[in-house]
């Protein structure tokens, strides 16, 4: 395995490992602990890079980049509490400079890969019906399309990636109180354009996401 040609590999087995003894043992200089990072974390932050931009080359490189930077800066990369946490932010920077020096505009991604969900939420037949999806898909896209960037990035954040509000704190380096005053204005908007049904619907299908 080469440091500069990072691949993910899906379904990998084995027991589950600590993120933080694999993260140490990266730092200490083992490859493989890096590529386990890299497995795992590849899917998650490439459907994060998508809330930024739709280009899927820009975020492999971005995500290429970040690893091999890491790599090549283990003797410097900091013990973590949270090597989620510490990927997303780092990634995020990484991916948003990229953005920069090619003149795209920081903003999320409307498409319906945001929240397609046909695809990220769980579909079910006796919960909803196609009609009833199609609908709350429509009235959720008009409500992002009405948010902010950073308001659509705290939705996903918090209830995509399931994220505390310390977490999402140190992603977007904000303030814990800024956050929720943040994630309170997100949640506003939904409001205006969601009803209180159709809000509890949305909740209901976040949650089957999870099983």
Do not use: C
């Amino acid at each position: 395995m080469t440091i500069f040609a990072f691949k993910p590999k899906l379904n990998r087995p084995g027991k589950m490992v600590d993120d933080k003894d694999i993260w140490d043992a990266f730092r200490s200089g083992n490859e493989s602990a890096l590529q386990v990072v890299f497995d795992k974390y590849y899917t998650p932050l490439f459907n994060y890079g998508h809330k930024f931009t739709p280009d899927d080359h820009l975020i492999e490189d971005a995500l290429q980049d970040l690893f091999v930077k890491l790599w090549k800066n283990r003797d410097r990369v900091q013990a973590t509490a949270s090597v989620k946490n510490y990927l997303y932010k780092s990634f995020r920077r990484v991916l948003l400079r990229a953005m920069d020096t090619q003149q795209r505009k920081h903003s999320f991604s409307l498409l319906d890969n945001f929240l397609d969900l046909d695809q990220e939420l769980a579909y079910d037949q006796t919960l909803i019906s196609r009609e009833q999806l199609e609908k709350l898909r429509g009235q959720l896209r008009l409500a992002l399309s009405r948010m902010t960037p950073r308001q659509r990035e705290i939705i996903h954040l918090r209830y995509f990636e399931e994220m505390e509000y310390g977490e999402i704190a140190a992603v977007m380096q904000l303030s814990v109180s800024s956050t929720y005053k943040l994630l309170y204005k997100a949640i506003d908007g939904l409001r205006t354009y969601l009803s209180k049904s159709d809000l509890l619907l949305l909740a209901a299908l976040l949650a089957l996401k999870k099983i």
